[in-house]
């Protein structure tokens, strides 16, 4: 009896599998819910769990809708079959794909869907009123599907060889020797040249380290690039001097090193940065940038019955601006002469006493330029002028 009942737990702990189910078997199940037998005798009956059996008939209209498509009855998974409008889409998105490969022009996933919309919309406009009811969105997994069915792999574009004009690269040999025969000339004369970069600082991505190590800590790649022009003759006895194209004119590594002794001709193309200008107020430009804001509100005031409405806009216009009316009167405030100490110089009233004389007629006017020696208890000045106004002459 032990061995019996540890036999049937463990038998009870096993993961059970995930069991198939044909549409056959469904749509009978659906057939005995609907003719009112219990969902638990249905689960016996099928060896199935309650849950799975309710699963089933929740998805009954989907089930019954799939079975009338005259879908093989022993297949267990409800797949959409595609229309003909898509299906002709597609076969004309294909022929559209090999023609922008052969004109060399990349596409991307957004590009694909555009036009595969595009096509979709021409195609459904050409079956009339019988494709009404079709939709297509080309979504991500449409795409995936379609990338299966027409064989697609993305890859990325070569550099150079994208932009070949390769017609023109077949014509040339013929030409170059007619040039060659019509000038007459000679193997040592004629030079081919090309650039090609140089990255000098690159490290080799991998390296060798012993059997304990597992792994070795990397490094920031240096991305430090040089151009360089390599050439020579079609006989090979002449080879050009290197021509070195780098960002420095002095770098310090060169450092009191005469330039002409390098085994390259050595050139810099430093891409000068402009000098972004700094950005400042002016009182003038703050007083511009007001007035239209002023006159707006004064315009909604003379129109709007509604007094609180138009008080709200009001100030919330006069909050949003306020930091700039703040900046405006504090430049304001510098412009502002507040007083005349550039133009007077106190002295001393003893001084001032025994020193003061009343000029004579004949005698020159004093300067505006210079100070004029006053004391503090004769006169007293207030001024109060403006940029707009002239300096105050005595």
């Not at 229309?83 to 596409?107: H, S």
Request: glycine share 4%; net charge positive; proline share 4%.
């Amino acid at each position: 009896m032990v061995g019996e009942k540890r036999k049937a737990s463990s038998e009870s702990g096993s993961a059970k599998k995930r069991q198939a189910i044909s549409f056959e078997t469904k749509v009978a199940i659906i057939k005995k819910l609907d003719t009112g037998e219990k969902m638990v005798s249905v689960a016996r009956a099928y060896n199935l769990n309650r849950s799975t059996v309710g699963t089933i008939y929740k998805q009954k209209d989907r089930i019954m809708e799939h079975v009338k498509g005259a879908v093989p009855m022993q297949s267990t998974i409800i797949s959409k079959k595609r229309g003909k409008i898509i299906e002709e889409m597609e076969k004309l998105l294909t022929i559209w794909l090999e023609d922008q490969q052969q004109r060399r022009i990349p596409l991307s996933l957004m590009l694909i869907q555009e036009k595969a919309k595009s096509i979709f919309e021409d195609v459904k406009a050409k079956a009339g009123e019988s494709a009404a009811e079709e939709t297509f969105s080309a979504s991500h997994g449409w795409f995936s599907r379609f990338k299966k069915r027409a064989n697609l792999h993305h890859v990325s574009v070569s550099g150079e060889a994208a932009s070949a004009d390769k017609e023109a690269a077949e014509r040339f040999p013929q030409v170059l020797k007619e040039i060659i025969e019509e000038g007459g000339y000679s193997a040592k004369q004629i030079f081919n040249v090309d650039e090609t970069g140089l990255f000098w600082k690159k490290m080799p991505e991998k390296t060798y380290i012993s059997r304990e190590e597992k792994t070795m800590s990397g490094y920031k790649a240096a991305k430090d690039r040089l151009t360089l022009m390599l050439g020579a003759n079609a006989e090979g006895s002449y080879k050009l001097k290197p021509l070195l194209v780098y960002r420095a004119a002095n770098p310090r590594a060169l450092k009191n090193v005469t330039k002409s002794s390098l085994p390259v001709i050595w050139m810099s193309n430093m891409k000068e940065e402009t000098p972004v200008p700094m950005k400042k107020f002016e009182t003038k430009l703050l007083a511009e940038g007001f007035s239209p804001i002023d006159k707006a509100i004064a315009l909604f005031e003379q129109q709007d019955p509604n007094i609180e409405r138009c008080t709200k806009v009001a100030n919330q216009l006069n909050d949003a601006i306020q930091c700039y009316r703040i900046i405006y009167d504090e430049k304001k405030k510098k412009t502002l002469q507040s007083s005349l100490d550039r133009f007077f110089r106190p002295v001393s009233s003893k001084s001032s006493k025994e020193d003061t004389h009343q000029p004579s007629s004949s005698s020159p006017r004093p300067s505006t330029s210079s100070y004029i020696e006053v004391t503090e208890e004769e006169v007293t000045f207030e001024a109060h002028s403006s940029d707009d106004e002239d300096p105050l002459m005595i």
